[in-house]
T-cell receptor, first 114, second 112 residues
Framework: GAVVSQHPSRVICKSGTSVKIECRSL??????MFWYRQFPKQSLMLMAT?????????EQGVEKDKFLINHASLTLSTLTVTSAHPEDSSFYIC??????????FGPGTRLTVL | EDQVTQSPEALRLQEGESSSLNCSYT??????LFWYRQDPGKGPEFLFT???AGEEKEKERLKATLTKKESFLHITAPKPEDSATYLC?????????????FGAGTTVTVRA
């Protein structure tokens, strides 16, 4: 299957700082990528759909000014958590897909906000 | 609204004890149903895609089947390395944005 990477795998930051997470599709071009967050022992919750060359589409209840998404190329999408607070601590996962076929997920980024 | 329900929530098996996981779905037209495996602290790993009722797919000790209302993931003679959370997701035909709806998952623990 396709390979998706994320960087960093873990990040610890102080409250009020911003954190950027990168998601790369390594062996295919992805016009669409997805960002999820996952709390302990819960399933994946879609945050937003990242579209190459256009604005991201956010799910209801997700603050677009807090979670900035940029999809500047066909292989890279970034999620920036601005002014992070402890309640933003979570496991963030990106995916890239083949339209109506399976999505391939990155290894995830564990964010801890102190 | 699409709904995906997985059962049981947790499953404890002895090595070699075969069992099945269930994924029931309600969607206005199924374009695809997907099974993933997720290990703790990692992203989901793709297992299978099923597109139409009656379809079956196999990979090692895993076999996925699909009906018009549900999908089963059969684990035959499981080994401890099969311990993971198994996630089911659906994609609706009306979905022009390729968004998946996930179930809550079944956590499988296989004891040696």
């Amino acid at each position: 299957g396709a390979v998706v990477s994320q960087h960093p795998s873990r990040v610890i930051c102080k409250s009020g700082t911003s954190v950027k997470i990168e998601c790369r599709s390594l062996d295919f071009q992805a016009t669409t990528m997805f960002w999820y967050r996952q709390f302990p022992k819960q399933s994946l919750m879609l945050m937003a759909t990242s579209n190459e060359g256009s604005k991201a589409t956010y799910e209801q209840g997700v603050e677009k000014d807090k979670f900035l998404i940029n999809h500047a190329s066909l292989t890279l999408s970034t999620l920036t958590v601005t002014s992070a607070h402890p309640e933003d601590s979570s496991f963030y996962i990106c995916s890239a897909g083949g339209g109506y076929n399976e999505q391939f997920f990155g290894p995830g980024t564990r964010l801890t906000v102190l | 609204e699409d709904q995906v329900t997985q059962s049981p929530e947790a499953l404890r098996l002895q090595e070699g004890e075969s069992s099945s996981l269930n994924c029931s779905y309600t969607v206005s037209g199924l374009r695809g149903l997907f099974w993933y495996r997720q290990d703790p602290g990692k992203g989901p790993e793709f297992l299978f895609t099923l597109y139409s009722a009656g379809e079956e797919k196999e990979k090692e000790r895993l076999k996925a089947t699909l009906t018009k209302k549900e999908s089963f993931l059969h684990i035959t003679a499981p080994k401890p390395e099969d311990s993971a959370t198994y996630l089911c997701a659906v994609l609706a035909t009306r979905s022009n944005d390729y968004k998946l709806s996930f179930g809550a998952g079944t956590t499988v623990t296989v004891r040696a």
